[in-house]
């Protein structure tokens, strides 16, 4: 008990350390961002070599509509591999717990 204890302690930490998630387009890409059970935070296409910087909130979810073609930077973590150049894919949790899980895979 007393280990799970410790691993959200240090989960928290973690992500309270977190101040901003940047997405870069390596290609254009239309992306979409909002909170859960809300309204579209961002919805547009970022252009090959853009930039988007975002207040890190916990719960944010993004949609693509090239996962190959953008890059998520977040704390000291670069997670490219999200999906397939051309892949529509939805529902992906921009928390820092579920992202660093692609760089694991």
């Known amino acids: 008990e007393k280990i799970v204890e410790s691993e959200k302690i240090s989960q928290i930490l973690n992500e309270e350390k977190i101040a901003f998630i ?3 387009a390596i290609t254009d890409s239309w992306i979409e961002i909002q909170k859960v059970n ?10 090959k070599g853009e930039e988007l910087k975002l207040s890190y909130e916990k719960d944010l979810i993004l949609a693509t ?6 890059i ?14 051309g892949e529509v894919i939805r529902d992906i949790s921009l928390n820092y717990d579920n992202l660093i899980k692609f760089i694991e895979e």
């Open 22 to 24: 940047y997405i870069k």
């Open 38 to 47: 809300s309204d579209f935070f961002v919805s547009k296409i970022i252009k």
């Open 65 to 70: 509509s090239n996962a190959g073609g953008i």
């Open 72 to 85: 998520i930077h977040i704390k000291d973590k670069i997670i490219d591999k999200i999906g397939k150049p």
